[in-house]
């Protein structure tokens, strides 16, 4: 396996030296992408940093010159690892897109060498979503293990179908005048997305703000601040990201239809399927998404109200 970055590198962001790398070999350009848009909290920790475990075969390449036959040198080794999932390629290939159309969208790269390269394990679709009595049961229980913050978080998710990272990274300056503009550079595909608030998720924003008295939303969490109070339920296989998936079943259920579900998850697929969508249809939605919304909590609210005041917020808990 090809030498791994060394960790003087990784020493290199934590002491804020990363503003003057620039970024020739893809090492350097890594290095960039962790530090200013990565979450701070993964580097150095061997687990959460395939750049520097798997990516070792591209470091001393020149950015330019990285091409479809070295990303695929990269993937096959990691595949070929003996007891290493296939998906874990796969999610080594998703970081390396990501990181290619970061690099594309400051200026860095000229064009992604990821593009046409397979994913190496058969795609699974998660249907996970909640029912009714488990959302109850997600109101009437979770509060005990979680502290103020985190259970606004798990709300803002729910209530507006935003991904874990999309929430928690929120900064105070993208809520104004009850709507959310999440920049395209935060997006998963990037795209901005424009969210309008209904009331009452606005005051669960105004409160985030109010105790995080800062430049965030919320103080910085990592997925393991949440998944010890989630195993603590009752509810079964349930993770972070099948809030965002109720969120979605749960509108249309109420009647929501598809193309504004959509909108509201900043799902492009549905434009590119039709020349209309494409070509002529530039209305914003901004109204049927607020009102997607605002029904969706509406129902929530109607069917958890009991349970989401049997427990009194746990005050001042550790993350974790």
Not at 120 to 140: F, G, H, N
Request: proline letters at 5%; glycine letters at 6%; charged letters at 25%.
């Amino acid at each position: 396996m090809a030498p791994a970055v060394p960790h003087s590198n990784y020493g290199r962001l934590a002491r804020g030296e990363a503003a003057a790398v620039k970024a020739d070999t893809f090492a350097d350009l890594a290095l960039l992408y962790i530090e200013r848009h990565a979450q701070p909290q993964a580097l150095c920790r061997p687990r959460r940093a395939p750049v520097r475990v798997y990516m070792g075969g591209l470091h001393r390449h020149r950015v330019a010159e990285i091409e479809r036959a070295h990303i695929v040198d990269v993937i096959e080794a990691v595949a070929n690892r003996d007891g290493t999932p296939l998906r874990q390629a796969d999610a080594v290939l998703v970081l390396l897109r990501t990181i290619f159309n970061w690099a594309i969208s400051e200026g860095l790269a000229a064009r992604n060498p990821t593009e046409g390269v397979r994913r190496r394990a058969e795609p699974t679709v998660k249907t996970r979503a909640l029912s009714d009595d488990e959302l109850v049961t997600l109101y009437s229980e979770l509060p005990r293990h979680l502290d103020e913050p985190r259970w606004i978080a798990v709300r803002l998710m729910l209530l507006t179908g935003a991904r874990m990272s999309e929430v928690l990274n929120a900064t105070a300056g993208e809520f104004k005048d009850g709507v959310w503009r999440l920049p395209a550079e935060r997006s998963k595909n990037g795209h901005a997305h424009v969210l309008p608030l209904p009331a009452s998720v606005q005051r669960l924003v105004a409160r985030a703000l109010e105790l995080s008295g800062g430049d965030r939303l919320l103080k910085p969490y990592s997925n393991s601040a949440f998944r010890k109070p989630f195993a603590k339920l009752s509810l079964e296989h349930f993770s972070l990201h099948d809030l965002r998936r109720t969120c979605a079943s749960g509108m249309a259920r109420i009647g929501v239809e598809r193309l504004t579900i959509s909108k509201v998850l900043n799902h492009r697929t549905a434009d590119r399927l039709s020349v209309t969508g494409l070509h002529y249809d530039h209305h914003d939605y901004m109204q049927e998404k607020h009102d997607a919304l605002a029904r969706w909590a509406t129902y929530v609210d109607g069917l958890t109200a009991g349970g989401a005041r049997v427990v009194p917020f746990r005050p001042a808990l550790a993350a974790g």
